[in-house]
């Protein structure tokens, strides 16, 4: 998951990180931001994003703005609006003037996808353990008739 924060040098202060765990529920990505995140990150109004993205009642996914803060694409009206932290860092900067701006990518924390993978990464692990013991044991037991058979003869 990327986490970015975008700082701020016009007044000495740091704005808040772009990420405090992300909980969309959208299929594209874990490291997108909702509206209530850049409302935080950017230090403005509700209002004042709304009025700053980039929508369209008519048209779903607008073209790009360079002078507006651009959403994912969004395959229904109703699908929230989110926002990539590069897209935030960059309105931030050009638009609104925001003179140090900074992403910053962390590794995300382990989701319920990841933690089930690992579960099963080390079930393969057991498995290719047991066989390979087993293996083993097979060789060891023809390598020990063969001798048998070498003595007997």
Do not use: C, W
């Amino acid at each position: 998951m990327l986490n970015g924060s975008v700082n701020s040098g016009t007044n000495g202060r740091s704005d808040e990180s772009l990420s405090k765990g992300f909980n969309t529920d959208s299929n594209l990505s874990g490291s997108l931001l909702t509206i209530d995140e850049v409302q935080k990150t950017l230090n403005r109004s509700r209002a004042s994003v709304y009025r700053y993205t980039n929508t369209d009642t008519r048209n779903l996914n607008p073209p790009f703005n360079p002078r507006k803060l651009n959403t994912e694409f969004r395959s229904d009206q109703k699908d929230q609006l989110l926002f990539h932290p590069n897209e935030v860092a960059r309105f931030a900067k050009d638009i609104l003037r925001i003179k140090e701006v900074t992403v910053e990518i962390f590794n995300s924390p382990s989701s319920e996808t990841q933690n089930i993978l690992n579960a099963i990464l080390e079930e393969l692990k057991v498995i290719r353990n047991k066989l390979e013991g087993q293996s083993d044991q097979n060789h060891s037991i023809s390598n020990h008739l063969q001798d048998t058979d070498r003595k007997a003869a």
